[in-house]
């Protein structure tokens, strides 16, 4: 576990409640993780001279990047914290994910950026879904 996103946690003034915390900890490293594998995936795929073949690609590894950036920031905040909405945004992350890994999947024979960036994605994926299920 990543001590800062784990620290931050613990020092909260505030009771969190029923929140997993070691879940929720993961889900936030995952997706600040699988972030920075898109972003670079992304990049990777604009260097490759295949460019025009990895457009999907690029699109996808940057939806996906925004969507985890986006679910880490909502997660590391928790006033006014409201479960329906840290589910949906969960749930849609591991939905991009997985598109995303997908989508990366079908270039990790050719690319191993592809390849790490499917792998980062579907471990987020799996982390979203584990803190959405528990999530009331």
Same mark, same amino acid.
């Given at each position: 576990m990543n001590a800062?996103?784990?620290d931050m946690l613990h020092s909260y003034p505030a009771d969190l409640g029923d929140l997993d915390q070691d879940r929720l900890a993961r889900c936030i490293e995952e997706c600040i993780a699988c972030?920075?594998?898109c972003t670079a995936c992304a990049d990777a795929c604009l260097a490759?001279?295949?460019v025009g073949d990895l457009t999907k690609c690029i699109r996808?590894?940057?939806d996906c990047a925004d969507i985890c950036t986006a679910t880490a920031?909502? %997660?590391s905040r928790h006033t006014g914290y409201n479960p329906d909405i840290a589910r949906a945004l969960v749930t849609a992350c591991a939905v991009a994910c997985r598109a995303c890994a997908d989508e990366c999947a079908a270039h990790a024979d050719q690319h191993e950026h592809c390849?790490?960036?499917a792998e980062a994605c579907r471990s987020c994926a799996e982390?979203?879904?584990? %803190?959405a299920a528990t999530l009331r």
């Open positions: 800062p996103v784990k972030a920075q594998a490759e001279g295949m996808t590894d940057m920031a909502v %997660l390849r790490l960036c982390a979203c879904s584990d %803190l």
